[in-house]
């Protein structure tokens, strides 16, 4: 059973650049979390989702972010416009509901 | 929203001592799990150990134990025989199924083991 899978592992782009980070869940999970590490701090949560629906967004910035999870394929965390500040390494996690949640090995991001 | 502090930026420990790390946290739930995450240079977030709220006895594995007090809201890690390889960012979050199942992770505490 393969693990949570995140690509891709290094993202650069340029200031004013959309970055889309993908997350495949664990086979059977249908509940993903995205969380931010920025350098020097902890994970702190974005959104949790469910296949089709967002349940909880309340950690993510009110513009330039979005996130889905289609019926089929991975989830999306989408970032329009980049900046500096959006440098930083995003993990996502999967889970059954109330189940342990796996870590992917995370996306990091480099806005230059 | 839920708090976990980790008051302890940088800790250091001789290779084969003793070390524990601490980790405080702050909640009104009386259903939480606390865990221990360990994440080296690769960033991947590895789960080292977890305790339920409601079990009194303290969790371990292996070289890996917890001192989990709940009405102090406190749950250090204590590595026993430390190893090169626990050299690591180790990270103490909570997390509660009453509030979305998210994590809340501290800022974590640096390890660093001298051989």
């Known amino acids: 059973n393969a693990g949570v899978m995140q690509n891709p592992r290094h993202l650069v782009r340029r200031r004013g650049q959309e970055a889309r980070l993908r997350c495949s869940p664990m086979?059977?999970?249908?509940?993903v979390y995205w969380y931010r590490q920025l350098p020097e701090e902890g994970l702190k949560f974005m959104v949790y989702?469910?296949?089709?629906?967002?349940?909880?967004e309340s950690g993510m910035p009110k513009e330039r972010f979005s996130a889905e999870f289609p019926k089929e394929g991975p989830s999306i965390l989408r970032i329009q416009q980049v900046v500096r500040g959006d440098s930083a390494a995003y993990f996502c996690?999967?889970?059954?509901?109330?189940?342990?949640?796996?870590f992917g090995p995370g996306t990091r991001l480099t806005v230059t | 929203a839920q708090t976990v502090t980790q008051s302890q930026p940088e800790m250091s420990v001789q290779e084969a001592e003793t070390v524990t790390l601490s980790c405080t946290y702050d909640?009104?739930?009386?259903?939480?799990?606390l865990f221990w995450y360990k994440q080296p240079p690769s960033r991947q977030m590895i789960l080292v150990i977890r305790?339920?709220?409601?079990?009194?006895q303290n969790a371990t594995e292996n070289r890996f134990s917890v001192n989990f007090q709940k009405a102090a809201k406190s749950f250090s890690l204590k590595i026993s025989d430390s190893q090169l390889g626990d050299a690591a960012m180790y990270f103490c979050?909570?997390?509660?199924?009453?509030?979305?199942?998210?994590?809340?992770f501290g800022t974590g505490t640096s390890l660093t083991v001298i051989p």
């Open positions: 989702l469910q296949k089709e629906n967002i349940i909880d």
């Open positions: 909640t009104s739930e009386s259903d939480y799990y």
């Open positions: 086979k059977g999970h249908s509940h």
């Open positions: 996690a999967s889970s059954e509901l109330r189940h342990e949640q796996y």
């Open positions: 305790q339920e709220a409601y079990k009194q």
């Open positions: 979050a909570y997390r509660s199924p009453n509030t979305g199942n998210q994590f809340y």
